[in-house]
C-alpha cells in the first residue's frame, strides 16, 4: 500500500490555511465537492506540487440493500482520474431505504447510517463492494461510521465483521479511530477489540476527528478538537501496525490555521508514541502476534439472491422510516435511543436546508426552525437537501402555516424562482432577498449538503 504521510481533510473554507500548512503530505477532498472538469484550483495547486489528493465519497450507501447505483459510481471514478488518485474512499453504511424491493416510497436518510453485522448484510455488502471495484479505476477502500444505535441480533463484533468483509473481497479499510471512540461510548464497544481483531495489512489509512459528549451522548462532530481518548485509540492503532495514512478531518466550526496545526503535531505525537511501543515489544519478543491473513483470499461466494437483499430492504427500510417518517420502532431497538437519532436527523435537516437555502431562514426569522422541524416530523426527505428546501417552501405555502402577508409574498417569490424548469426572469416587488438563481443555487445546494453529510 502507499505510504501517504500526514494529511488533512481539505475543504474550501480552509484551502487556503492548508496550502500553506508545513508537513501535509496528502489531502482529502469529498467526491461529491469535485467537479471533475472544474477542480478548484486550490486542488490544481497541492497536485502540482505533489500533494497527493483522495476522493472521499459519501453517497453510495454500499451497506444499503440496492445494488450501487451506476451513475454514483461513474461519478466517483471519474473524480479519481481527474485527480490522480491511488485511491478511492467510501462508507460501511446505508443512507437510503425503501424503494422497488419493498414496494414501499423511497427514504433518504441525509445521514450514515449503521449496517446490521449479520450474514445477510455482510453478503450484501461483499457483492456492492465488489460491484464497487469492478466499476473503479483504482483500489477501493471503506470507512468504519459512527452511530448513536445498535441493531438486535447482530452475529458479529465490528472487528469480525471488517475482518470477513475485507477477507471475502479484498477492499482495504480505512479506519477511523473517532467512530471507533464513538462506538465505545455509544454502544459498549472496545476499540481495542476491534483492533484486535483488525486484518491489520489492509488498512489503507486513518482517519482522526473530533466531538462532543451530551447527555451520556457521544456526537461525532468533526467540529470540536480532537480528544484525548481518540488519540489513545490511534496509539494502540500505532502501536500494533505502522499506519500507511494519518489524516485530520474537520467539517464545521474551522478554527485558526494554528489550532489545526496544533491538532495535527498531537496527532503526529500519537503515532510516535505507539511506534515506540511497537518497537519495545518487538525487542522484548511480544511481537509475534499472528497478523489476520485480509486481501481477499477466500473463495467468492456466489451473487447474494433477491431475497437476501429484501430481508435487509425491510429491515433497514423500517428503522429508516421510524427515525424520519414516526412509524413504530421496530422490535429491538432502544425507544430512547432511536428518539435522540431521529431527533439529530431532523436538526441536521434544518441545519443543512439553511445552508442549501439561506434566505428561508432569513424570511422566516427565529421561526425558521421550529417550523422547519414541524414540517420535517411529517415530510421524510426524498430526493436530497435541495428538493428538501423546495418541499419545505411548498409546504409553509400551501398548508397556511404562514400567517404573515410579507413572510408569505417573499417565500412564495423564492419558491417560484427555483421550482420550474428555469428562473424566473423578474424579481418580486417585495423585500430584496438575494435570490440565487440558476447554477448559483446548484453549486450552493450540492456544497451545503456535501459540507454536513459526510462522515458521521
Known amino acids: ?82 485527480l490522480g488518485s491511488p485511491l478511492v474512499t467510501e ?73 470477513e468483509l475485507a477477507d471475502r473481497t479484498g477492499v482495504r479499510l480505512l479506519i477511523d479511530v473517532a467512530n471507533l471512540h464513538t462506538n465505545h461510548v455509544n454502544r459498549g464497544e472496545d476499540p481495542a477489540r476491534a483492533l484486535a481483531e483488525l486484518p491489520l495489512e489492509a488498512i489503507a489509512y486513518v482517519h482522526v476527528a473530533g466531538g462532543f459528549a451530551r447527555d451520556g451522548v457521544w456526537h461525532d462532530s468533526h467540529a470540536h478538537p480532537v480528544p484525548r481518548p481518540v488519540l489513545d485509540v490511534l496509539t494502540d492503532l500505532a502501536s500494533r501496525v505502522s499506519p500507511p495514512g494519518v489524516l485530520l478531518e474537520r467539517d464545521e466550526n474551522f478554527p485558526g490555521a494554528a489550532q489545526l496545526e496544533g491538532e495535527l503535531a498531537a496527532i503526529r505525537a500519537a503515532v510516535g508514541k505507539g511506534r515506540a511501543l511497537r518497537a519495545e515489544a518487538a525487542e522484548g519478543g511480544r511481537a509475534g502476534r499472528a497478523e489476520a491473513a485480509g486481501g481477499g483470499c477466500a473463495a467468492v461466494p456466489p451473487p447474494c439472491g433477491d431475497a437476501v437483499r429484501q430481508r435487509l430492504a425491510l429491515a433497514q427500510t423500517a428503522l429508516l422510516s421510524a427515525l424520519v417518517a414516526g412509524t413504530p420502532v421496530p422490535e429491538g431497538f432502544d425507544r430512547v435511543r432511536l428518539g435522540v437519532q431521529a431527533r439529530a436527523l431532523a436538526g441536521k435537516r434544518a441545519d443543512v ?104
Request: charged share 25%; net charge positive; aromatic share 6%.
Open 1 to 82: 500500500m502507499e505510504r501517504l504521510g500526514t494529511g488533512i481533510g481539505w475543504r474550501p473554507e480552509i484551502a487556503d490555511a492548508v496550502e500553506r500548512m508545513p508537513g501535509i503530505d496528502w489531502v482529502e477532498a469529498v467526491s461529491e465537492n469535485v467537479c471533475p472538469g472544474h477542480l478548484p484550483e486550490s486542488l490544481r495547486r497541492l497536485r502540482a506540487r505533489g500533494v497527493t489528493v483522495v476522493p472521499h465519497g459519501v453517497s453510495l450507501g454500499l451497506g444499503g440493500a440496492d445494488r450501487p447505483d451506476a451513475g454514483r459510481l461513474s461519478a466517483l471514478a471519474e473524480r479519481a482520474e481527474a
Open 91 to 163: 462508507h460501511i453504511a446505508f443512507v437510503r431505504a425503501g424503494g422497488p424491493l419493498t414496494a414501499s416510497p423511497p427514504l433518504e436518510a441525509g445521514h450514515l447510517l449503521p449496517v446490521p453485522r449479520t450474514r445477510d448484510a455482510l453478503d450484501v455488502l461483499c457483492e456492492n463492494v465488489r460491484i464497487a471495484q469492478d466499476a473503479l479505476p483504482v483500489p477501493l477502500a471503506v470507512e468504519n461510521i459512527a452511530a448513536l444505535i445498535s441493531w438486535p441480533g447482530e452475529e458479529m463484533t465490528e472487528g469480525q465483521f471488517l475482518y
Open 353 to 456: 436546508v439553511a445552508k442549501v437555502a439561506p434566505e428561508l431562514p432569513e424570511i422566516l426569522g427565529g421561526s425558521y426552525r421550529s417550523a422547519f422541524l414541524a414540517y420535517a416530523h411529517g415530510h421524510p426527505m426524498a430526493g436530497g437537501y435541495r428538493r428538501d428546501a423546495l418541499d419545505f417552501a411548498g409546504y409553509l405555502l400551501l398548508g397556511g402555516h404562514v400567517g404573515d402577508d410579507r413572510v408569505r409574498r417573499e417565500v412564495r417569490a423564492w419558491w417560484l424562482e427555483r421550482s420550474g424548469p428555469a428562473p424566473r426572469s423578474r424579481r418580486p416587488a417585495t423585500r430584496a432577498v438575494p435570490l440565487r438563481r440558476g447554477r448559483e443555487w446548484g453549486r450552493a445546494a450540492r456544497g451545503a449538503a456535501r459540507r454536513v453529510l459526510p462522515h458521521r
